[in-house]
């Protein structure tokens, strides 16, 4: 659906300004579809972020702040946020060996198979996706979309 019909609006200053309302519309559209999949399991993007990141660390341990550094929306309490996974039994806090003062965080057996099974129920989305746009689109949407952050 073009951007026009879902906002009914037709009227822009310019194309940049059309491509930046159709990046939000598209992220919200995108958020949505994430957050119905995520709210059965009680947990937000964010939280399924840091799952993602820990999994990748996996076995290695994180402490926050390298966790907030490479979250995808950093503008989040990463404590507040990992409180709560650790209070779902996904992940689990415990002091640094080596650093008595910082926190190591580590996702558990519980946190790797819900992010499975979360991530195989997003997979859906993106062959939904993937069969309206080709591979070659995804790779000059994704160079698109680097380009804007330069």
């Known amino acids: 659906m073009k951007i026009e019909d879902a906002i009914k609006q037709n009227k822009f ?21 994430h957050a119905n999949i995520l709210k059965p399991y009680g947990i937000l993007m964010q939280h399924f972020n840091i799952l ?11 402490c926050p702040g ?11 309490d990463v404590t507040r946020l990992i409180d709560k996974l650790v209070s779902l039994g996904l992940a689990e806090r415990k002091l640094c ?6 926190m190591d965080v580590d996702i558990t057996k519980e946190g790797l198979d819900l992010t499975q099974k979360i991530s195989d129920e997003l997979a859906i989305i993106s ?12 790779i000059e949407l994704n160079d698109l979309l680097d380009k804007i952050r330069d």
């Open 52 to 62: 993602r990141i820990l999994r990748g660390a996996h076995p290695k341990s994180m």
């Open 66 to 76: 390298e966790i907030k550094e490479v979250m995808l929306d950093k503008g989040n």
């Open 13 to 33: 200053d310019n194309q940049v300004e059309k491509g930046i309302v159709n990046i939000i519309y598209t992220y919200t559209w995108l958020r949505d579809a």
């Open 127 to 138: 062959a939904s996706i993937g069969e309206r746009i080709s591979t070659k689109e995804v």
């Open 97 to 102: 060996e080596t650093n008595r003062r910082k």
